[in-house]
Antibody, heavy 119, light 104 residues
Framework: QITLKESGPTLVKPTETLTLTCTFS??????????VGWIRQSPGEAHEWLGL???????RYSPSLQSRLTITKDNSKNEVVLTMTNMDSVDTATYFC???????????WGQGTLVSVSS | VMTQSPATLSVSPGERVTLSCRASQSVYNNLAWYQQKFGQAPRLLIYGISTRATGIPARFGGSGSGTEFTLTISGLQSEDFAVYYCQQYNSWPLTFGAGTKVEI
């Protein structure tokens, strides 16, 4: 059974850097084709894919956010970390991590974590 | 760009509903549908246009091709009232539709 859970701050100030951790179980990010993605959903808005990381350390980012994002993984801890710099109020959203195998859909999602950006 | 219609669908339990999703360019068969209830994570319903995910009831069906896709729920049950999203995974960036809310 695959499970994922996001953790991190609920409130960050404008211009600060957000760091979120996705802790997962039920698969290994050292196994071929396994991947973890990050998706966010602003209040009342559609889901926005942010980026993802694969078992081979390949990363992909949303072109509109690429300059602000970094995704890394720690196989020994079964963790994926999302870093987003220069946070703004428009980045207020629920952030989800999700499992992806190969170039496919997201079959399992974390519960999400709400991050608010405010001074 | 993934465009879903309608934005909201008001229906009664037991009815059959059809939700639409249109892609701005062909996504071939790389199309998934998710269900999301308030305060919960999205749940994968359908992938590859028409394959139901594990544990998804047979009343959920997907169809379509290329750029036009449909999610059909036959015999709507109370637990089906939620927001439904389509997503293409054919090309970067991965994109989602804005959703269709199915309400009573």
């Amino acid at each position: 059974q695959i499970t994922l859970k996001e953790s991190g701050p609920t409130l960050v100030k404008p211009t600060e850097t957000l760091t979120l951790t996705c802790t997962f179980s039920g698969f290994s990010l050292s196994t071929t084709r396994e991947g973890v993605g990050w998706i966010r959903q602003s209040p009342g808005e559609a889901h926005e894919w942010l980026g993802l990381i694969y078992w081979n350390d390949e990363t992909r980012y949303s072109p509109s956010l690429q300059s602000r994002l970094t995704i890394t993984k720690d196989n020994s801890k079964n963790e994926v970390v999302l870093t987003m710099t220069n946070m703004d109020s428009v980045d207020t959203a629920t952030y989800f991590c999700a499992h992806r195998r190969g170039h496919s859909f997201f079959d399992n999602w974390g519960q999400g974590t709400l991050v608010s950006v405010s001074s | 760009v993934m465009t879903q219609s309608p934005a909201t669908l008001s229906v009664s339990p037991g009815e059959r509903v059809t939700l639409s999703c249109r892609a701005s360019q062909s996504v071939y068969n790389n199309l998934a549908w998710y269900q999301q209830k308030f305060g919960q994570a999205p749940r994968l319903l359908i992938y590859g246009i028409s394959t139901r995910a594990t544990g998804i009831p047979a009343r959920f069906g997907g169809s379509g091709s290329g750029t036009e896709f449909t999610l059909t729920i036959s015999g709507l049950q109370s637990e089906d009232f939620a927001v439904y999203y389509c997503q293409q995974y054919n090309s970067w960036p991965l994109t989602f539709g804005a959703g269709t809310k199915v309400e009573i």
